[in-house]
């Protein structure tokens, strides 16, 4: 079992649909957990980060963390075309050591 | 935020000649610095880690002498591929962890480096 899994898609929606991504990891010591947008042939950019289980909102973002079920999810509200891109999971412990899901390809289809 | 600066965005090189990647932090000083390497359609693959002033850290199965990582400041790492082949093209991405401080658990990424080794 990999430490971190995440559906890779695609996943294509309309513009103004909720989107929901999603990861698994199995590892209990992670603490940290970032969702990362990375647009083709370009490096990720941090969208969120969190810590603690729990909701935390950013605009139309909103990252959750379920740590009794090992489990993260990003929903993006009112999705946009421009939010088309690779959606990539993010964990560590305490070592700054970065684990990846393999990413979500997502298209919002105008 | 903090932004990550690498450079250069697109290298083509020759079979058997060496290729250096730069990695700048511009706002802030980071201790640590990682090195990444992406295949189209993959995840990134972590391949060393790096701090300031030490020997890099690398991960299994990644070749020290031929991946050479020098971390000589605050605000820079090199990645120099050495005698680079064809099979060495690839996404190459760093990333940086900030001091202790507002940024010391934030790790921010480059905008990577596409080496093409023809």
């Known amino acids: 079992q990999k430490e971190v899994e995440q559906d890779p898609g695609p996943l294509s929606v309309p513009e103004g649909a909720i989107v929901s991504l999603n990861c698994t990891y199995s590892?209990?010591?992670?603490?940290?957990f970032m969702w990362y947008r990375q647009y083709s042939r370009k490096g990720p950019e941090l969208l969120m980060y969190?810590?603690?289980?729990g909701n935390k909102e950013d605009g139309r973002f909103t990252a959750q963390v379920d740590k009794s079920s090992k489990y993260i999810s990003l929903f993006i509200r009112d999705s946009q075309p421009s939010d088309s891109a690779t959606y990539l999971c993010?964990?560590?412990?305490?070592?700054?050591?970065?684990?990846f899901g393999k990413g979500t390809l997502l298209t919002v289809n105008p | 935020g903090a932004v990550v600066s690498q450079h250069p965005s697109w290298v083509i090189c020759k079979s058997g000649t060496s290729v250096k990647i730069e990695c700048r932090s511009l706002d802030f000083q980071a201790t640590t610095m990682f090195w990444y390497r992406q295949f189209p359609k993959q995840s990134l693959m972590l391949m060393a880690t790096s701090n300031e002033g030490s020997k890099a850290t690398y991960e299994q199965g990644v070749e020290k002498d031929k991946f050479l990582i020098n971390h000589a400041s605050l605000t820079l790492s090199t990645l120099t591929v050495t005698s680079a082949h064809p099979e060495d093209s690839s996404f190459y991405i760093c990333?940086?962890?900030?001091?202790?401080?507002?940024?010391?658990?934030?790790?921010?990424f480059g905008e990577g480096s596409w080496l093409t080794v023809v």
């Open positions: 590892n209990s010591a992670f603490q940290y």
């Open positions: 969190t810590y603690s289980s």
């Open positions: 993010a964990m560590k412990g305490s070592n700054y050591k970065l684990t």
């Open positions: 990333s940086a962890r900030g001091d202790a401080g507002g940024s010391g658990n934030t790790i921010y």
